[in-house]
């Protein structure tokens, strides 16, 4: 069964780098997955599709400090030089044949 | 400008109905799926159900199945969710995104159902 699996929380100092992780469930490590920033009280903004390779499509307007990367069944989404601002909710996003959309639970990012 | 706007926040009662707006532009509104995605207070992103404009081919999420109706109207470029018995549980955030791989979300509709 297609399930993703993101940590609860991440957390890096001001102008430092954090990683965010998106895991795939066995069987479906060549699935591509899409990113997606939640800051406080605003609705999703699309950051990026990154696929099995590493390579990645941003969205229109996402700065040089959002990369990805993907290792195995894994996705990374890599915010360098953090802001103030990056402070927001981060969800990984998959699809399927049968369903659609599956979204991941969300990881928390915190600028210390 | 690949942009989706939704309608405005909605209040209504128990028992009522509602249907609200996602309006595509920039882009052909028929050749890409939109979504539908809850979000309740502190929660995370839930699914509801997915249309494809251009043919009507539509998915629901069973959790949603029969709760609510999705539809699209290519000639105005709008895909709709209707609710026709509204609860006090369908209160929640509600946004419409564009495509499988999601590239572009609307603003949001804010529903409250309360007596």
């Known amino acids: 069964q297609l399930v993703v699996t993101q940590s609860p929380s991440a957390s890096a100092p001001l102008g430092a780098s954090v990683n965010v992780t998106c895991t795939v469930s066995?069987?479906?490590?060549?699935?591509?997955i899409a990113w997606h920033q939640q800051q406080p009280e605003k609705g999703p903004r699309y950051l990026m599709k990154?696929?099995?390779?590493?390579?990645?499509t941003k969205g229109d307007g996402i700065p040089d400090r959002f990369s990805a990367s993907s290792s195995g069944a894994e996705r990374y989404l890599i915010i360098s030089s953090l802001q103030s601002d990056d402070e927001a909710d981060y969800y990984c996003?998959?699809?399927?044949?049968?369903?659609?959309?599956?979204f991941g639970s969300g990881t928390k990012v915190t600028v210390l | 400008e690949v942009q989706l706007v939704q309608s405005g926040a909605e209040v209504k009662k128990p028992g009522e109905s509602l249907k609200i707006s996602c309006k595509g532009s920039?882009?052909?509104?028929?050749?890409?799926?939109i979504g539908w995605v809850r979000q309740t207070p502190g929660k995370g992103l839930e699914w509801m159900g997915i249309?494809?404009?251009?043919?009507?081919?539509?998915r629901y999420n069973p959790s949603f199945q029969g709760q609510v109706t999705i539809s699209a109207d290519t000639s105005i470029s709008t895909a709709y969710l209707q609710w026709t018995n509204l609860r006090a549980s369908d209160t929640a955030m509600y946004y419409c995104?564009?495509?499988?791989?999601?590239?572009?979300w609307g603003q949001g509709t804010l529903v409250t159902v309360s007596s």
């Open positions: 995104a564009r495509s499988r791989v999601i590239d572009s």
């Open positions: 920039g882009y052909r509104f028929s050749n890409y799926w």
């Open positions: 996003q998959t699809w399927g044949s049968a369903t659609p959309y599956f």
């Open positions: 990154v696929n099995s390779d590493g390579s990645h």
């Open positions: 249309i494809y404009p251009g043919d009507s081919d539509t």
């Open positions: 066995s069987g479906h490590s060549n699935y591509a």
